[in-house]
């Protein structure tokens, strides 16, 4: 069980934490250079930003549940810093669905949509590292 543990520790690492933040950090960067609100048509770029998101949320939400079956202390991730982990996934991935989204109220940014959310993720995942570890100590 342990064994399983570390791989999904793994996977929730380099996939979570490296590959797709840097493939949602790009592709925001991309569709803040290339978006316009109405003349942009939503392609497999508008698309696929969200669905990296919630790829990512998925993971992380994964290896929490994994968690609470399998660790020792299990009751502890249930606490204060550590349900924040899923739901402030839950909100990153709202508000990469809100950019994008034709009837959403962050498209009325424009170009700025997809950054602007990108910027609040930003916090989100921030807040998602150092509340834990702040807790903790």
């Known amino acids: 069980?342990?064994?399983l543990m570390q791989w999904i520790n793994y996977i929730h690492a380099l996939f979570g934490r490296d590959?797709?933040?840097v493939l949602?950090?790009?592709l925001a960067i991309y569709l803040t250079v290339r978006y316009r609100n109405e003349s942009f048509p939503r392609n497999g770029f508008t698309r696929a930003f969200p669905v990296l998101v919630d790829i990512q949320v998925a993971l992380g939400?994964?290896?929490w549940i994994f968690l609470l079956f399998v660790s020792?202390?299990?009751t502890v991730y249930l606490g204060f810093p550590f349900i924040l982990h899923p739901v402030l996934g839950l909100l990153a991935a709202g508000l990469a669905h809100m950019a994008v989204s034709p009837r959403m109220p962050?498209?009325?940014m424009g170009r700025w949509a997809p950054m602007a959310s990108l910027g609040v993720m930003?916090?989100?995942v921030l807040?998602?590292?150092f509340i834990p570890a702040w807790a903790l100590s």
Request: proline share 4%.
């Open 1 to 3: 069980m342990i064994e």
């Open 19 to 21: 590959i797709l933040s």
């Open 24 to 26: 949602i950090i790009g």
């Open 122 to 124: 930003l916090v989100l």
């Open 106 to 108: 962050l498209r009325q």
């Open 61 to 63: 939400i994964i290896y």
């Open 72 to 74: 020792p202390i299990s």
């Open 127 to 129: 807040a998602n590292a």
